[in-house]
């Protein structure tokens, strides 16, 4: 079985200050992992993920994630946090042997404060 | 261009009553996928379909039956709707079957049954 865990229901963070939403992840074979994004009222728009390859993957609107295999993690960073990031940050993965459904994470609202 | 679009983007319907949503993809994907989130923003998958035939079905009340018209298309039909219906269901897409394929979601269609 897989499963996502996102252990912080919301993040402040000071406007230009680094982010770190949190997520690790378990699953049985090899990790794709995913993040992303809800704004207020709409669907979720894919941010970046990782297949296999470079532990570093960098994504779209300045947003970057770490794999790290030992630590079961797929964080999402960025190095300056602007106001229009706050949002509601879904991590995902999915198991690569066979097919099998995406699992999403429970959510974390990130809050940029201005 | 939308990618995803999915009707109606607001529905208020009473209890008792059928109704439908509509979902398109211009993607050429050919999975394609009904999500519901919750009112605590948990994202649960529903159905998914791979070249109009049902992949995954989870615990879903038999009142929700979708139906795949064409690999570009796929509704979702819910009988005698229930109060605990009321959420917001997300069409998605993605290429195919590879677990490393983006799911790309629509911008969601909120059900209130009252």
């Known amino acids: 079985a897989q499963s996502v865990a996102q252990p912080e229901d919301q993040v402040n963070v000071a406007e230009g200050n680094p982010l770190t939403v949190k997520c690790t992840y378990s699953?049985?074979?090899?990790?794709?992992l995913f993040w992303y994004v809800q704004y207020p009222n709409r669907g979720l728009q894919f941010l970046l993920k990782y297949i296999t390859g470079d532990n570093l993957v960098k994504g779209s609107y300045g947003f970057e994630a770490e794999f790290n295999k030992s630590q079961t993690s797929f964080h999402l960073k960025k190095p300056s946090a602007l106001v229009s990031d706050s949002a509601l940050y879904f991590c995902a993965v999915r198991d690569s042997g066979g097919y099998q459904k995406v699992t999403f994470g429970t959510g974390t609202k990130l809050q940029v404060i201005p | 261009d939308t990618a995803v679009s999915q009707t109606p983007k607001y529905l208020v319907t009473q209890m008792g009553n059928d109704k439908s949503i509509k979902c398109e993809q211009n993607?050429?994907?050919?999975?394609m996928y009904w999500y519901k989130q919750d009112s605590k923003k948990f994202l649960k998958i529903m159905f998914s379909?791979?070249?109009?035939?049902?992949?995954i079905n989870e615990t879903v009340p038999n009142r929700f039956s979708p139906k795949s018209p064409d690999k570009a298309h796929l509704n979702l039909h819910i009988n005698s709707l229930e109060l605990g219906d009321s959420a917001v269901y997300f069409c998605a897409s993605s290429q195919g079957l590879p677990a490393g394929d983006t799911i790309y979601f629509g911008e969601g269609s909120w059900l209130t049954v009252v």
């Open positions: 993607l050429g994907h050919d999975t």
């Open positions: 699953v049985s074979g090899n990790p794709y």
């Open positions: 379909y791979n070249n109009k035939e049902l992949i």
